[in-house]
Nanobody, 119 residues
Framework: QVQIVESGGGLVQPGGSLSLSCAAS????????MGWYRQGPGKQRELVAS???????DYADSVKGRFTISRDNAKNTVYLQMNSLNPEDTAVYYC?????????????WGQGTQVTVSS
């Protein structure tokens, strides 16, 4: 089994900052990419940022320059620092991990954490 657990999130005023973290645990061989997705009200889930085990990063255009993704491979943990938040960032944020176990790759998701940007 693989568990993906997010923490952080909450309510913040426009222009504020929040930090999310996500830890993967359980029985597996390795993790390749970890990332954050989000789904706003009435919208499809979209990629926010991802990072590979070698540190290669990818960001959605809408968050470039404001969000920073980082990773601790030893702890199987990924972080998302979100600055200059605006109401359009309001969404449920989901953590995703590409995990190799039982001789195959699989996609695992966390339960999601709510981020609300409002005055």
């Amino acid at each position: 089994q693989v568990q993906i657990v997010e923490s952080g999130g909450g309510l913040v005023q426009p222009g504020g900052s929040l930090s999310l973290s996500c830890a993967a645990s359980g029985s597996f061989f390795r993790i390749y990419a970890m990332g954050w997705y989000r789904q706003g009200p009435g919208k499809q889930r979209e990629l926010v940022a991802s990072i590979t085990s070698r540190g290669s990063r990818d960001y959605a255009d809408s968050v470039k320059g404001r969000f920073t993704i980082s990773r601790d491979n030893a702890k199987n943990t990924v972080y998302l620092q979100m600055n200059s938040l605006n109401p359009e960032d309001t969404a449920v944020y989901y953590c995703n991990a590409d995990v190799y176990r039982d001789y195959r790759w699989g996609d695992y998701w966390g339960q999601g954490t709510q981020v609300t940007v409002s005055s």
